[in-house]
């Protein structure tokens, strides 16, 4: 796949370790893209180490134990997505306004001691290496399941989009942004990017939210996942 002027074609294309951004709720997808506004120094320090290097940072979110999410250095996620820095802007206060395409998944291993004020870890993307290859498992996903749960959604909240560009996208762009777009929690979007496949991707976020139509129709509120 390409990601901005960079190909990989196989994970031997890619770091055996990365640094990562911990952020709660971020969900990037391979072949999709995540703005970033970057703003705490060790993070500004981690873009400049990327932009010296291969721009690749790994995208996890902290482990959903109470322990973790009270912690000023959480336990990570098990599985994580790199992504390509391909676009940045300094915005003169400090900043970065950032752009990372999501490249592939991968399983966060050990954390490394480094002198960097980022954290490091060793990653294994041998499991998710069919991320690499575009459009893999499209034909599996249930896409008039999907169009469904999403036209209930739009409709119970009163909601409109473009629908001819959604029935016109392709299969896995189609899963993947509605996956990103989706307005549900942290360990939602954490069982999206740990989906087996697209097929089981495409599942989960359907399951998902006819959870969250029945709750509203129930006055329960907002989806979170047990």
Partial sequence: MQAGNAIYETIADLPPVLPVFPLSGALLLPRTQLPLNIFEPRYIDMIDDALSGNRLIGMVQPASDEESQRSDRPRLAQVGCVGRLTSFQETGDGRYMITLQGVTRFAV?????????????????????????CGNGEDDVDRNGLLKALRAYLD??????????????????????????CPYGAQEKQALLEARDLKTRAETLIAITEMDLARSQNGEGGTTLQ
């Fill in 109 to 133: 291993g050990r954390e490394l001691e480094t002198i960097a004020k980022f954290r490091c870890v060793e990653c294994d993307f041998a499991p998710f290496a069919a991320d690499l290859q």
């Fill in 156 to 181: 119970a909240n009163n909601l409109e989009a473009d629908w001819q560009s959604v029935v016109e996208a392709e299969t896995e762009v189609l899963v993947n942004a509605l996956c990103m777009m």
